[in-house]
C-alpha cells in the first residue's frame, strides 16, 4: 500500500495562492491516479482534482476549481501537487490526497483506496 502525507496548508487571503504537497512511498508510485479531494465544515468529501497514471497524466477538475487550480506530479520525488490560485472562502476545508492502481481520472471517492490524514486550508476574507 501507498502511504500518502500531505503539507503545504495554511491561511491565506481570498485571491492568494497555496501549494498542497502529497508526498507518496512506494516503488510504484508512477503507476497510481493520485487526487485530491477536499472537506468543509459540516459537508461531505468532495473532488477537486485527479491526475492518472498513463503517459499522457490525463487530468480532471470539478467545475469549481477549473482554471484556478492546477493538479501535477513528479513521478521521481513521488509526489503530487495541488496549485491553488485565486482562492475564494469555498476553499476553506481540509485537502486530503487520495490514490488508486486504477488508471483514469475519475471522480468518485469508492475508485481510491489509500489516503493522507490531510491538510488544512484556510481562506481569510
Known amino acids: 500500500q501507498v502511504q500518502l502525507v500531505e503539507s503545504g496548508g495554511g491561511v491565506v487571503q481570498a485571491g492568494g495562492s497555496l501549494r498542497l504537497s502529497c508526498a507518496a512511498s512506494?516503488?510504484?508510485?508512477?503507476?497510481?491516479?493520485m487526487a485530491w479531494f477536499r472537506q468543509a465544515p459540516g459537508k461531505e468529501r468532495e473532488f477537486v482534482a485527479v491526475?492518472?497514471?498513463?503517459?499522457?497524466?490525463?487530468?480532471d477538475y470539478a467545475d469549481s476549481v477549473k482554471g484556478r487550480f492546477t493538479i501535477s506530479r513528479d513521478n521521481v520525488k513521488n509526489t503530487v501537487y495541488l496549485q491553488m490560485d485565486s482562492l475564494n472562502a469555498e476553499g476553506t476545508a481540509v485537502y486530503y490526497c487520495?490514490?488508486?492502481?486504477?488508471?483514469?481520472?475519475?471522480?468518485?471517492?469508492?475508485?481510491?483506496?489509500?489516503w493522507g490524514r490531510g491538510t488544512q486550508v484556510t481562506v481569510s476574507s
Open positions: 491526475i492518472s497514471w498513463s503517459e499522457s497524466s490525463n487530468t
Open positions: 487520495e490514490s488508486t492502481h486504477v488508471r483514469g481520472t475519475m471522480r468518485t471517492a469508492g475508485w481510491f483506496y489509500n
Open positions: 512506494g516503488r510504484t508510485f508512477s503507476r497510481y491516479t
